[in-house]
């Protein structure tokens, strides 16, 4: 059974940093292109940033540009998203997807799904 485990978030203060993994099982990621969103409480999924299935190619939310750095590592089967600069806004669930059939920012697109990892800012 494919699963998506997302993990590495956390509190952290403004400013700071966190690191986030996506660890596929049953799934090989390779094959993928891959998206990590977020999710507030009250608010819509929204996408943060995507990479193709080789890594060459790389989207970011205008929001989280310049600041937060996706990469993957297929050896080892997992995706990253490297936060800096964090603020209180970037507080949310975060998710990962894999394989999205249609707009990589869409998250209907995506046919696997993570748990979803917590990340709280404080000011």
């Known amino acids: 059974q494919a699963q998506l485990v997302a993990s590495g978030g956390g509190l952290a203060q403004a400013g700071g940093s966190l690191r986030l993994s996506c660890a596929a099982s049953?799934?090989?990621?390779?094959?993928?292109?891959m998206g990590w969103f977020r999710q507030a409480p009250g608010k819509e999924r929204e996408f943060v940033a995507a990479?193709?299935?080789?890594?060459?190619?790389?989207y970011y939310a205008d929001s989280v540009k310049g600041r937060f750095t996706i990469s993957r590592d297929n050896a080892k089967n997992t995706v990253y998203l490297q936060m800096d600069s964090l603020r209180p806004a970037d507080t949310a669930v975060y998710f990962c997807?894999?394989?999205?059939?249609?707009?990589?920012?869409?998250?209907?697109?995506?046919?696997?799904w993570g748990q979803g990892t917590q990340v709280t800012v404080s000011s």
């Open positions: 049953g799934l090989t990621l390779s094959s993928y292109a």
């Open positions: 997807g894999a394989d999205p059939t249609g707009d990589y920012r869409v998250p209907a697109s995506y046919s696997y």
């Open positions: 990479i193709s299935w080789s890594g060459g190619r790389t």
